[in-house]
């Protein structure tokens, strides 16, 4: 089993939603209507090391759990740690150092770290549960994507391919910190310039890789979309360790889920199908905005210091349905 078999089986216990619930289940993170104009939004997220350098790893932890704050259009207000730490195998120093990264990510956020909880446990874990504040009629979900939309993406892919790769002890120490600096990068600058533009859905890229969360929004839309790979922007030498077998379990997870609902195109490339069921880390933002928006939205992202990149379109079809094309 999965984490996309997991996602199935909590769809089950879902019941009745309250008419204040705007979002729940399905979504990245959950929204409750406060008054007319002012909902909250909570979510929470929480990851094992994807770096050996504490201080950076908290920085990732951070910005990964802030990033489903801004795939629904919010603005984060605060946080609280979630650690799972062996105090008796490591260092407390190292403890010290995770917790100062994400309190220092947050903190570029605008959001205050003010509390949280930690447990002892056999390997180092830790995340965030954060709150966020948007107005209820700006809530951008995965469920508003219509044909003939363009597909933005916000940064490459390859962030589980290189994160193997040091994993494994096959990548040298450069890698790590290009990688680092994709992964620290806050969603917040991509955020707000879909809320300035106006989109129709978005969703952030992580653990079920692009062509998993594009599965979503499809799905969740009811129409179906088509990728160009050619167009897709990947992490150098990410197709090298590919071929080198750094492929996570969590990636060859996403390839087993997809197997059915993808059509491959033919010429594509041996490692076009893992790089786009990659599990990802703190990866970008996935937004459906109306093709006559598309230009706007990506000069908006380019002023605001976001290298957007155009990949595919939404397009009628049956929900949830994918196509890939070289």
Same mark, same amino acid.
């Given at each position: 089993?999965?984490?996309?078999?997991?996602?199935?089986?909590?769809?089950?216990?879902?019941?009745?939603?309250?008419?204040?619930?705007?979002?729940?289940?399905?979504?990245?993170?959950?929204?409750?209507?406060?008054?007319?104009?002012?909902?909250?939004?909570?979510?929470?997220?929480?990851?094992?090391?994807?770096?050996?350098?504490?201080?950076?790893?908290?920085?990732?932890?951070?910005?990964?759990?802030?990033?489903?704050?801004?795939?629904?259009?919010?603005?984060?207000?605060?946080?609280?740690?979630?650690?799972?730490?062996?105090?008796?195998?490591?260092?407390?120093?190292?403890?010290?150092?995770?917790?100062?990264?994400?309190?220092?990510?947050?903190?570029?956020?605008?959001?205050?770290?003010?509390?949280?909880?930690?447990?002892?446990?056999?390997?180092?874990?830790?995340?965030?549960?954060?709150?966020?504040?948007?107005?209820?009629?700006?809530?951008?979900?995965?469920?508003?994507?219509?044909?003939?939309?363009?597909?933005?993406?916000?940064?490459?892919?390859?962030?589980?391919?290189?994160?193997?790769?040091?994993?494994?002890?096959?990548?040298?120490?450069?890698?790590?910190?290009?990688?680092?600096?994709?992964?620290?990068?806050?969603?917040?600058?991509?955020?707000?310039?879909?809320?300035?533009?106006?989109?129709?859905?978005?969703?952030?890229?992580?653990?079920?890789?692009?062509?998993?969360?594009?599965?979503?929004?499809?799905?969740?839309?009811?129409?179906?979309?088509? &990728? #160009?790979?050619? !167009?897709?922007? %990947? @992490?150098?030498?990410?197709? $090298?360790?590919?071929?080198?077998? =750094? +492929?996570?379990? *969590?990636?060859?997870?996403?390839?087993?889920?997809?197997?059915?609902?993808?059509?491959?195109?033919?010429?594509?490339?041996?490692?076009?199908?893992?790089?786009?069921?990659?599990?990802?880390?703190?990866?970008?933002?996935?937004?459906? &905005? #109306?093709?006559? !928006?598309?230009? %706007? @939205?990506?000069?908006?992202? $380019?002023?605001?210091?976001?290298? =957007? +990149?155009?990949? *595919?379109?939404?397009?009628?079809?049956?929900?949830?349905?994918?196509?890939?094309?070289?």
């Amino acid at each position: 089993m999965g984490p996309q078999d997991l996602v199935q089986v909590l769809k089950t216990l879902s019941g009745s939603t309250p008419a204040h619930v705007l979002a729940g289940i399905g979504e990245d993170a959950a929204v409750v209507r406060l008054r007319e104009d002012l909902a909250i939004v909570q979510t929470v997220d929480l990851i094992t090391p994807v770096l050996d350098d504490p201080t950076a790893f908290g920085e990732v932890a951070a910005a990964n759990a802030l990033g489903d704050i801004y795939a629904m259009g919010a603005v984060p207000l605060f946080a609280l740690n979630i650690v799972a730490y062996p105090a008796r195998l490591l260092p407390t120093r190292a403890l010290a150092e995770i917790l100062a990264g994400g309190a220092a990510k947050a903190a570029e956020a605008g959001a205050a770290v003010i509390g949280g909880h930690s447990l002892d446990d056999a390997s180092p874990k830790y995340g965030m549960a954060v709150t966020g504040v948007v107005h209820p009629e700006r809530v951008v979900r995965k469920s508003g994507a219509r044909p003939g939309d363009r597909l933005i993406l916000t940064k490459p892919l390859g962030v589980g391919v290189l994160t193997t790769a040091l994993t494994q002890g096959v990548a040298d120490p450069p890698v790590a910190d290009a990688v680092g600096a994709v992964m620290r990068q806050l969603n917040r600058e991509a955020a707000e310039a879909m809320q300035a533009v106006g989109v129709h859905a978005c969703t952030d890229v992580t653990g079920f890789g692009l062509l998993g969360h594009l599965r979503e929004i499809a799905d969740h839309s009811q129409v179906a979309a088509r &990728v #160009a790979w050619g !167009r897709v922007p %990947v @992490l150098a030498g990410a197709a $090298a360790w590919v071929q080198a077998g =750094a +492929v996570s379990q *969590g990636t060859r997870n996403n390839l087993r889920f997809l197997q059915d609902q993808v059509r491959w195109g033919d010429g594509l490339p041996a490692e076009a199908r893992t790089l786009l069921c990659d599990a990802q880390t703190s990866g970008g933002l996935l937004i459906a &905005v #109306a093709a006559d !928006r598309a230009e %706007v @939205l990506g000069a908006t992202l $380019a002023a605001r210091g976001v290298d =957007a +990149v155009d990949i *595919g379109a939404i397009v009628a079809g049956p929900a949830g349905q994918l196509e890939v094309d070289p």
